[in-house]
């Protein structure tokens, strides 16, 4: 199937300092690009996958299974791991339970991780009813474009994917039991106006890592897909800051970088 337009996985090689970047469910790197963008500018190594059954239409994602897009984010982080001195995982929504899950079972491996409306429980009743309802009906309207900024779309499906939505389920549940084990420093941006997910997902969050160095900023802004709206360049700015001081040598790669592009 052909790629849903700026669907396509990202690379950029850069310094000792990687950053893996994952997108939410019924999304795509679309989403991502531009942070992707900043933090390759900026002299990093960058990592953004298009994760199984996104990007293209969204029956293809209901042959999908949480364990499927966790298995991609698991190997590009090795991959990053394998080239990098220090990783750090960025992550938006649905992509925020995966990167939680990598900080969980990778321990020291990852450096730090940047949350941005991050998605660790179901926020609608309705779910209990998806062990049954995915076999009767096969989609639901979708969730993509909670955007404030006029103009702008990421492109994500317009329906969404029961058997999908069933397993994303699933992965909430593993990830709340998981949530003890992050102890990572973690930088959490949210959109006190977000139309996808509840407040109550980043207070489940805050309340279950082990973490000590948390900070929690507000994109006051902009709505669900705040990588794209009013508070990008911030949430941009605030993750290489993160990044910057958890990693010594990204100072460096900034430096070189911009004495490279200057001569």
């Not at 079972?105 to 998605?119: I, K, Q, T």
């Amino acid at each position: 199937m052909p790629l849903l337009p700026g669907a396509e996985p990202f690379h950029h090689k850069g310094g000792p300092v990687g950053v893996l970047l994952v997108h939410g469910f019924t999304g795509s790197p679309r989403s991502m690009r531009p942070w992707a963008d900043h933090l390759a500018a900026a002299g990093l190594t960058v990592a953004l996958p298009l994760l199984p059954g996104h990007g293209t239409r969204w029956q293809d994602m209901q042959q999908t299974r949480w364990e499927d897009w966790y298995a991609e984010v698991d190997r590009e982080l090795r991959a990053l791991l394998d080239g990098c001195e220090q990783v750090f995982v960025c992550a938006l929504s649905m992509g925020g339970a995966l990167a939680l899950r990598l900080a969980a079972r990778h321990g020291e491996a990852v450096s730090g991780v940047v949350l941005v409306n991050p998605s660790v429980r179901s926020d609608n009743p309705a779910t209990v009813l998806l062990p049954a309802l995915r076999h009767l009906v096969p989609s639901l309207p979708g969730i993509a474009d909670d955007i404030a900024l006029e103009g702008v779309s990421e492109h994500g499906y317009d329906r969404t994917p029961l058997h999908a939505a069933w397993s994303l389920s699933r992965l909430w549940r593993t990830v709340q039991a998981e949530l003890p084990a992050v102890r990572q420093p973690v930088l959490l941006l949210r959109s006190p106006q977000d139309h996808v997910v509840s407040p109550a997902n980043s207070e489940l969050v805050l309340a279950r890592i082990s973490s000590t160095d948390v900070t929690e900023k507000l994109c006051e802004r902009s709505y669900h897909v705040a990588t794209l709206d009013h508070d990008a360049a911030m949430i941009f700015e605030e993750s290489l800051g993160f990044v910057r001081r958890l990693a010594p040598a990204a100072k460096t790669d900034a430096t070189t970088d911009a004495e490279h592009h200057l001569g």
